[in-house]
């Protein structure tokens, strides 16, 4: 049976195109979560009035991909370090968060976080919030699949994201999608 992570770090395009690649992933929808506004816009979340985070909400298949390695590409493809902001990305909106389905994802994201944090994998202390899903509010038609439709004729793509993507691809070729 199919299992479902929700993760935000950052720019939702960014996380989208990555995990589009991860081989056993089944679906990635962008959207909100971790908000007060019922049915947030963009514009309500990009304004930093809603509450919410961009994030993604994985469909995986976990007797290919375990929860654990899942969030290995996450805390490699972003910088759990820095407090509400994704390089130039900066807001409440872009925050680092794993937003749990179950006891045991909880359990497994802030294990996998104090084996970071005890590795010293990162210089800066990990701010990453661990936190109940709650409501998932699909983003606006125009967001899904962003990377794959716009690529990089759309300077944001070109000097963040694709550079996001070579890193995993590199980082992570024995976990690609075959195409």
Same mark, same amino acid.
């Given at each position: +049976? !199919? =299992? &479902?992570? /929700?993760?935000?770090g950052?720019? *939702?395009?960014?996380?989208?195109? &990555?995990? !589009? ?7 990635v929808e $962008?959207?909100? +979560? ?9 514009? =309500? &979340? ?6 919410h ?8 298949d ?11 590409v996450?805390?490699?493809i972003h !910088?759990?370090? /820095?407090?509400?902001?994704q390089?130039?990305?900066?807001? /409440?909106? @872009?925050?680092?968060?794993? @937003?749990?389905? $179950?006891?045991?994802?909880?359990r497994q ?12 994998i ?5 701010? /990453? ?5 709650? =409501?998932?509010?699909?983003?606006? !038609? @125009?967001?899904q699949e962003?990377?794959?439709r716009?690529?990089?004729?759309n300077?944001y ?7 996001? &993507?070579?890193?995993f691809?590199?980082? *992570?070729?024995e976990?690609?999608?075959r195409?």
């Amino acid at each position: +049976m !199919d =299992q &479902v992570a /929700t993760l935000a770090g950052g720019c *939702f395009w960014c996380l989208e195109a &990555v995990f !589009d690649e991860l081989k056993a992933v089944k679906s990635v929808e $962008s959207g909100y +979560m971790g908000g007060k506004t019922p049915n947030p816009s963009y514009e =309500q &979340v990009c304004g930093g009035s809603s509450g919410h985070a961009e994030v993604v909400r994985v469909t995986f298949d976990p007797d290919e991909l375990e929860y654990r390695d899942l969030l290995g590409v996450f805390f490699a493809i972003h !910088d759990p370090t /820095t407090l509400n902001r994704q390089g130039n990305d900066v807001g /409440t909106q @872009y925050r680092s968060a794993v @937003y749990y389905h $179950s006891d045991e994802q909880k359990r497994q994201a802030q294990e996998v976080i104090r084996n970071l944090e005890s590795g010293r994998i990162f210089s800066a202390p990990i701010v /990453t919030e661990v936190t109940a899903a709650s =409501q998932f509010h699909r983003a606006e !038609d @125009y967001h899904q699949e962003y990377f794959q439709r716009v690529g990089g004729g759309n300077p944001y793509c070109a000097y963040v994201i694709e550079p996001k &993507v070579a890193k995993f691809r590199k980082s *992570f070729v024995e976990r690609l999608k075959r195409k």
